[in-house]
């Protein structure tokens, strides 16, 4: 048996059969989350990523009867400095898939100027950040959905990459992505670990070598993922059982929506 690292407190390691079962959950934790941040702060800031996440998100939220998404702001963790039409855009994905379908203001969606050279991107989109955010010195989300990568990457942060010890800015570029497309924009670890709620998902067996060494150690530098530690948010990782397969630290097994 493998002791969880101290950090392991505050995270929540959540397993399912499968993602049918996930989805679900994972819908019910951002309306939950988003209901307390409006009666809270009148608003509910949310952090998107790409991947399978966008068709599993699109389709649990869209299945709800009574989403009301008037008072949401949605940025995106990372996203590839390619045209909206693109079938790699994020944003491209999520409009086709969620927002074209829910009643968020399009003032409420922020999203990159993909007319823009990488690092001018990347200074727009810190910009149009510190507006949505202001007397924020860094960006503070009520909840950020994030994914893996099986090298263990998040967001667009790579493992060994210079822009892991990065600290000064919020949003950075990168013009030598390890995976294709190259050109990308990232939240940096400074907003990532200054978020309410942090909430990965990850699912598949290709995920569980990587998986068991970012929730228990490894020798060596640790996964970029491994250092989404919210300061004082909490951290959920929605797993499924192939992704689960080599954990040995407690886990929890939900039967019901609550999170």
Known sequence: ????????????????????????????????????????????????SGGSLVSMLSKELLALSEL????????????RLVSFDDPESTYGLYKSQLFSKINIPDSGILTID??????????DYTRKLKE?????DIPVFDLLLLGMGPDGHTCSLFPDHPLLEE???????????PKPPPQRVTMTFPVVNSARCVAFVSTGGSKAPVLKEVLEGREGSAF???????????L????????????????????????
């Open 236 to 259: 959920f990782w929605f797993i499924d059982d192939p992704a689960a397969a080599s954990l040995t630290i407690q886990v929890e097994r939900p039967l019901h929506s609550t999170v």
């Open 132 to 136: 949505a955010f202001p007397g924020d």
């Open 68 to 79: 009301d998404c008037s008072k949401w702001v949605v940025g995106f963790c990372d996203e």
């Open 114 to 123: 993909c007319s823009l050279p990488v690092s001018e991107c990347a200074e």
């Open 224 to 234: 970029p993922a491994a250092r989404v530690v919210p300061t004082k948010g909490e």
């Open 167 to 177: 600290t000064k800015k919020i949003v950075a570029p990168i013009s030598d992505s």
């Open 1 to 48: 048996f493998v002791k969880p690292l101290p950090h392991l407190i505050q995270t929540k390691v959540l397993v399912f059969p499968s993602s049918a079962e996930l989805g679900p959950v994972l819908a019910h934790l951002v309306t939950s989350r988003a209901e307390k941040a409006i009666s809270s702060h009148s608003r509910f800031t949310l952090g998107l």
